[in-house]
């Protein structure tokens, strides 16, 4: 079972991603924090995916998730977001620049979001 953490405090989204994830057979355990109040969570073992949802990504945002991208150096980072105009994969300058995976645009489809998973968890970021 593939570890995955989620961070995501909107409780409908939370559920929706959790139901995906379960459908898809993934593993998962639960965050429900801001990105800058993010527990330190167990280093062992690591998740083998990080997906958390951002209210922007510039400003605070980019510091919440260089916080992120420091306690989980090697975890690829899938970022969801609804200030995005559309969603970004792991090549783009914006998602390299952030060094994340991918940055999926909310609302996304379960299929755009498994694919954004399963493209995380075979490349890493």
Excluded at 53 to 68: I, K, V, Y
Excluded at 108 to 124: D, R, S
């Amino acid at each position: 079972m593939t570890r995955i953490l989620l961070i995501e405090e909107d409780l409908a989204m939370r559920a929706l991603v959790q139901e995906w994830l379960g459908s898809a057979g993934h593993g998962y355990t639960v965050e429900i924090c801001h990105l800058n109040r993010l527990p330190r969570l167990p280093s062992l073992p690591p998740p083998a995916l990080v997906i958390a949802s951002m209210m922007n990504l510039r400003g605070p945002g980019a510091l919440e998730l260089q916080h992120l991208r420091g306690q989980f150096t090697h975890v690829p980072v899938l970022v969801l977001s609804g200030q995005l105009g559309h969603s970004l994969h792991h090549q783009s300058e914006t998602a390299m620049s952030l060094g994340v995976s991918a940055l999926l645009a909310k609302p996304f489809t379960q299929t755009e979001f498994l694919e954004a998973v399963a493209k995380a968890l075979h490349h890493g970021h």
